[in-house]
T-cell receptor
Framework: DTEVTQTPKHLVMGMTNKKSLKCEQHMGHRAMYWYKQKAKKPPELMFV???????INESVPSRFSPECPNSSLLNLHLHALQPEDSALYLC??????????????FGPGTRLTVL | AQKVTQAQTEISVVEKEDVTLDCVYE???????LFWYKQPPSGELVFLIR??????QNEISGRYSWNFQKSTSSFNFTITASQVVDSAVYFCALRERSGGYQKVTFGTGTKLQVIP
């Protein structure tokens, strides 16, 4: 199984709402990632988890809160977002954080619109 | 600092034509990894290939081929006999091997449109 799944596929939320994005992989990968992608731009790294611990936070605003409940799941909790946070949010996983065979496998993304 | 340049913003070809997507990278590391990803309109980034810096052997996979030239810091991607399903944005990416965590740097992407 080489699949990363993400739910929901689409999400529309107001600036006062609280919502969560979910990501799951069953490839036994120990590193998981959140990326944000604006239209016509490459993905931008937000967070990296390795062995369920937060390894990298790319100076992301606190209105985005990641969580890794177990090795297969990755959540992104959203609160008090701004319209400029509207984007495609991509989850990815790789075998390990470091090492030669670290291609990342991406999920289909959640297209988020903040009104 | 690492950098990936995809100079072609958009390319249009007619179905069955061959097309080459260019990728030029900069890095100070002697060990690094290069990737190509495909992003169709649905949004998912699909991994296509990884190439290690110490392996300059070119690779062919069906209609896809990759030409890695360390001397010119290029990792170009050719699609032979293009099909409409090849229409997507293609990203070249670089991962250096320095320290514990190796951040992936993506190029800005090349949008390929294959016209039937």
């Amino acid at each position: 199984d080489t699949e990363v799944t993400q739910t929901p596929k689409h999400l529309v939320m107001g600036m006062t709402n609280k919502k969560s994005l979910k990501c799951e992989q069953h490839m036994g990968h120990r590193a998981m990632y959140w990326y944000k992608q604006k239209a016509k731009k490459p993905p931008e790294l937000m967070f990296v988890y390795s062995y369920e611990k937060l390894s990298i936070n790319e100076s992301v605003p606190s209105r985005f809160s990641p969580e890794c409940p177990n090795s297969s799941l990755l959540n992104l909790h959203l609160h008090a977002l701004q319209p400029e946070d509207s984007a495609l949010y991509l989850c990815a996983s790789s075998q390990e954080l470091a090492g030669p065979y670290n291609e990342q496998f991406f999920g289909p993304g959640t297209r988020l619109t903040v009104l | 600092a690492q950098k990936v340049t995809q100079a072609q913003t958009e390319i249009s070809v007619v179905e069955k034509e061959d097309v080459t997507l260019d990728c030029v990278y900069e890095t100070r590391d002697t060990t690094y990894y290069l990737f190509w990803y495909k992003q169709p309109p649905s949004g998912e980034l699909v991994f296509l290939i990884r190439r290690n810096s110490f392996d300059e052997q070119n690779e062919i996979s069906g209609r896809y081929s990759w030409n890695f030239q360390k001397s010119t810091s290029s990792f170009n991607f050719t699609i032979t006999a293009s099909q409409v399903v090849d229409s997507a944005v293609y990203f070249c990416a670089l991962r250096e091997r320095s320290g514990g965590y190796q951040k992936v740097t993506f190029g800005t992407g090349t949008k390929l449109q294959v016209i039937p």
